[in-house]
C-alpha cells in the first residue's frame, strides 16, 4: 500500500503515465478499433473512416430496431398476464 507521507506533496508521473498507457492500450482492445487499424493498412483511411462510421450506424439502427420490437412483444405478454 502506497502510504503519502506528511509534506509530500506533487504527482508521481511514473505513475501517471503507466495508468495513462494503460488505460490507452485497453481501449484498443475493442474490436472495432481493431478491425479498423487491420483495415488502414490496406485501404485509404477516408474509405476505413467511411465504413467504420456507416457500420457503426448500421449496427445502432439493428439494435435500436430490435430493443423496440423485443419491448413491444415483451409489454404485450406482460400486461396479458
Known amino acids: 500500500m502506497y502510504e503519502i507521507k506528511r509534506g509530500e506533496y506533487g504527482c508521481n508521473f511514473k505513475g501517471v503515465f503507466l495508468i495513462l498507457g494503460t488505460v490507452f492500450l485497453m481501449g484498443f482492445a475493442d474490436k472495432t ?18 465504413g467504420v462510421i456507416l457500420g457503426l450506424a448500421l449496427a445502432t439502427l439493428v439494435s435500436f430496431t430490435f430493443r423496440k420490437i423485443l419491448g413491444c412483444v415483451l409489454l404485450c405478454v406482460y400486461l396479458k398476464t
Open 33 to 50: 478499433q481493431l478491425a479498423a487499424i487491420c483495415f488502414a493498412t490496406k485501404y485509404n483511411p477516408i474509405t476505413v473512416y467511411t
